[in-house]
């Protein structure tokens, strides 16, 4: 690790070095709320010496903010959770394009916008998880959450979810909106109750025999192997779970990511703290501190996400998925996901 700390600290020291517009500190907005990204700040300001200035909150408070303070946003970076909230601060015009070498060599196409506005540097599965002492015949695709057998057995979080969202915006991009229709009004058909909570709360009704079906994204999951999660950690041995669709398109991937502010009066730092989160070093923490997929598919896994075994990706690209998140929204409406 000292050895590539070592590489970083150098190759960001020379691109400072090289950039008239570095003033020495950047301000970042964040709706990420793990407090293992601290580990992330702090490593980059001790090999730049730029000091991290943030603003966090939720991320639609967020967009609304760097919206109403227009030309005058002290923001550099925005980071945010899920494909749908990147679509939404590109949308509100709070982003610009960028120009970096390192960010198109180091993160696959799929997981940038693609007017380079956007890019992601982390992944979670959003897959299937059931009792494994009551179902014997898990559902192995998406569709197959709108069957009949799995009637009153499925918990899901609500159609606000950016999760959900995305995932049904994946379905229409691949199917279409149509087919998407009749598979959300399927599950709605086989929900064990309404919706509520987070993902770990999902996790939480397989072992409370609320629900034998659940829907959630692995980090939740493998974050209750690496730590005690209550309700969540002693009962693991009776969860299962499946990636969907491994004979077709794969398992849909959320993504975490960010972007250059529209005004930044950092720029260059910006670009500099993004094509940081790229490094290895970075890559290699949100994998260890958060259980996430790094977006570098070269990068080790933490053995708490190695434990979910091997799997087939959707690698879909996600700007076009972005467009039909509105979609979506709509069809949830439609078919009463509440």
Known sequence: MLKSTTCLAAALSALIA???????????YSSRHYDTDERLYTDFEDATGIKINRIEGKADELIARMEAEGANSPADVMLTVDTSRLARAKDAGILQVIDSETMEERIPANLQDEDNQWFGFSQRGRIIF???????????????????????LICIRSSTNTYNQTLLASIITHEGAEAAKSWAEGVVANMARDPQGGDTD?????????????????????????????????????????????????????????????????????????????????????????DEFPAVQSVELA?????????????????????????????FNEVGWK
Request: hydrophobic residues 35%; proline residues 4%; glycine residues 8%.
């Open 18 to 28: 090289t950039s008239a517009a570095a003033e020495g500190e950047l301000n970042l």
């Open 130 to 152: 059931y009792n494994k002492e009551n179902v014997t015949n898990p559902p192995a695709t998406y569709a197959d959450l709108a069957k009949p057998e799995y009637k009153d």
């Open 202 to 290: 999902q996790l939480r009704g397989i072992v409370s025999g609320e629900c034998d079906i659940a829907v959630s994204n692995t980090y939740y999951y493998a974050r209750a192997i690496r730590k005690d999660v209550k309700g969540l950690s002693s009962d693991l041995d009776m969860i299962g779970w499946v990636f969907p669709n491994q004979d077709s398109y794969g398992a849909h991937m959320n993504l975490s990511g960010g972007g250059v502010a529209a005004h930044a009066p950092n720029k260059e730092n910006a670009i500099l703290f993004l094509e940081y989160l790229a490094s290895d070093q970075a890559q290699e923490y949100f994998s260890a501190g958060n």
């Open 303 to 331: 053995d708490s996400v190695k434990a979910l075994g091997d799997f087939k990706a959707d690698d879909v690209n996600l700007s076009d998925v972005a467009k039909n998140i509105p979609e979506a929204q709509k069809i």
